[in-house]
């Protein structure tokens, strides 16, 4: 339970830095809609934990804080409300597409890798 909120933490930590990290970058003239969900990965990674489902969460964790922060940054100007914005995911550009899709991936792949492999020995055979 202590590594699972560990994990939690980082994963919230990284969110927050990443999605401050995204306007300031973005402020300079770069898009890095992937750092979002990145770095709550990245931050995830900091614990180790038994469960999929945690690793699942947390790439879900992304793809919602990457949505929210393309939302915060372009909101459509036709009407600038959070639920046109996702009744028209199709109407974005392939590549903000791309990137929060990469900003999920990490954001599931780093706490994946981190999943703690049962211990044979003592006879553990399942991953809680």
């Not at 300079?28 to 969900?37: D, S």
């Amino acid at each position: 339970m202590k590594q699972t909120l560990i994990v939690i933490a980082g994963a919230l930590l990284g969110a927050v830095l990443g999605y401050h990290a995204f306007f300031w970058i973005a402020f300079q003239g770069y898009y890095a809609l992937a750092l979002p969900g990145g770095l709550l990965g990245l931050g995830a990674g900091f614990g180790r934990n038994r469960s999929l489902a945690v690793a699942v969460g947390c790439g879900l964790a992304a793809l919602a804080l990457g949505l929210f922060t393309e939302w915060r940054f372009a909101p459509f100007q036709a009407d600038e409300s959070c639920g046109f914005f996702l009744r028209n995911l199709t109407d974005l550009k392939p590549i903000t597409l791309l990137m929060i899709v990469l900003g999920a991936g990490i954001g599931f792949w780093i706490p994946f890798r981190r999943i703690e492999q049962p211990d044979r020995a003592n006879g553990e055979n399942t991953i809680a």
